[in-house]
């Protein structure tokens, strides 16, 4: 983790002082903890207060964290935020979210962690709900904001790569999935969890796909799991190929994982390691490689400060106070985007589930 954000040359979106505005939380469990509350402190968002069902572990995370107030109510909390114009940040498990939502008053502004919904109808409810309400609303698909990310996004923007004809995401790693519980009870579990990521990463930078081949798959070590394996190809015509191969089953040491973003062009390559997912929990270090033709330099890294955990929650939280400050900002993070990769994981099931082509032997 990065000390300051003057470091990072990359840095995520964050508001002026002027723009910022305070943060009440509900549910605060694993990932509050890893990524949201470490990304606020170096952002200097202030956190004031939070509610989560397990009172034990609200009083936990509000020490050792600072947070002045534990709500012993969603209902306090949402008096503490309407009290002090705060923006709501929801991390609750994705079915929850809708029995959130309806405490949470209209004309307010929240961030809702990923993914929205376990499938398209309860992300079709959080969005008509969201609007209804008339909420300034953003989904935590963070990954647009991380460092690496952004500096690729400038180069493809400028034009550096020329036309983009190839983006691959691949990933072959080991993941203790047993460090999530709730995973096991879900029916669509690796894109829903994982690759929703990617699939948001690569919508980002290509637009919206026309049409998605995919198969997701189990592992008979990881049977409680409904998937943990996908391939996802995401159709943008005859020229563009893009995909996502994700294996997060490879159990042989780490001299052969790997877990890359490449985005070839005409005229350049950038080939990103996006290291939190090797050897995990622990991790390696991201590298961040370019390679363009008319430089004639050949394959570079770029220094680039600061990663996707945490320092990318600065941006989806950074964003929504900005969307908040001025209507007219384009908060990348919004929910009517969003639905969209959820648009796209709901293809992504369906082709799984019927859309083989049957081989003709004979
Ligand atoms: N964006 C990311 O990269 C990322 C990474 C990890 C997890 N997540 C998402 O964040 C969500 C939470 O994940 P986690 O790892 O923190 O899980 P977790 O189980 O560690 O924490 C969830 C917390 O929410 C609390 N909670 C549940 N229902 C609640 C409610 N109605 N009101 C208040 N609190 C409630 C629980 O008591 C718990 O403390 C999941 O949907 C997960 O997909 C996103």
Redesign the pocket.
Known sequence: MVDSLDEMKFCPVHPTEEEKRPIVS??????????HYPAYKLAGYSVIGL????PE??QMMAEKFGVPTVCPT?DDAVKLAQDNGAIFD?????S??P??LEHIPDGSATLI???MGENIQQARKILDMVHEKHLTAGI????RDAPYIIAAKQMVDKGLLGTIVDMEVRETVFTPWNL???LYKVDRMEI??HSI?WVDMIRYFLGDPTGVWCKTMKHPEMDGLAQVKSNIIMDYGDYLRAGIISNHNHKYGLDEQECFIKIEGTKGCIKVTTGVYLDYPKGKPDVFKYNLLEDGKGWRTLDVHGS??PEA?VG?MGGLMKKVADPNYHYINNIDDAYKTMCVCEACYESSAHGETPVEYE
């Open positions: 509900i549910g605060a469990g694993g990932i509050v903890n890893d990524c509610f989560d069902l397990k572990r609200a969603i929801i991390a609750v498990p994705a929850r979210i029995s959130v962690q990923k993914p935590n698909f963070q990954l999530w519980d709730f829903n969890y990521h996707w955990f929650f989806t």
